[in-house]
C-alpha cells in the first residue's frame, strides 16, 4: 500500500513560483505513475500533470501547459511539481496521487484511474 503526502503549498503572489513535493512510502513506489490534481471550492477535482514510473512519459492539463513542471526523483521516493508564473485561479488544494496502470506508456490523467491518495496542500495565489 503508498502512502503520499504532499508538502509546499502556502500562499504566493501572482506571477510567482512555488514546488509542491510528493513523498511517497510503502510498495515498490517506482512502479508507480504519479499524478497531480487540484480541487478549488465548490469545484471538481482537476487533473494537472503525470509522470510515468521512470519519467520517460509525462502529461499536463492545457491551463498549466508550460508553467508547470513535474519531475521525479525514484531514488529519494520523491515526485516534484514546479509551479512558475501562478496565477489566482490556480489557487486550491493540491493532491498527489499514485497509479499502476496497464500501459505506463500512456500518460493516465482521470481521478478513477487512480488508487492512492494524499491528504492534499493549500495553495493560494494572491492577485
Known amino acids: 500500500q503508498v502512502q503520499l503526502v504532499e508538502s509546499g503549498g502556502g500562499l504566493v503572489q501572482a506571477g510567482g513560483s512555488l514546488r509542491l513535493s510528493c513523498a511517497a512510502s510503502?510498495?515498490?513506489?517506482?512502479?508507480?505513475?504519479i499524478g497531480w490534481f487540484r480541487q478549488a471550492p465548490g469545484k471538481e477535482r482537476d487533473f494537472v500533470a503525470t509522470?510515468?514510473?521512470?519519467?520517460?512519459?509525462?502529461y499536463y492539463a492545457n491551463s498549466v501547459q508550460g508553467r508547470f513542471t513535474i519531475t521525479r526523483d525514484n531514488h529519494k521516493n520523491m515526485v516534484y511539481l514546479q509551479m512558475n508564473s501562478l496565477k489566482s485561479e490556480d489557487t486550491a488544494v493540491y493532491y498527489c496521487?499514485?497509479?499502476?496502470?496497464?500501459?505506463?506508456?500512456?500518460?493516465?490523467?482521470?481521478?478513477?484511474?487512480?488508487?492512492?491518495w494524499g491528504q492534499g496542500t493549500q495553495v493560494t495565489v494572491s492577485s
Open positions: 510503502g510498495g515498490t513506489v517506482s512502479s508507480y505513475t
Open positions: 496521487a499514485a497509479s499502476l496502470p496497464e500501459d505506463p506508456g500512456r500518460p493516465i490523467y482521470l481521478v478513477h484511474e487512480y488508487d492512492h
Open positions: 509522470i510515468n514510473y521512470g519519467g520517460s512519459v509525462t
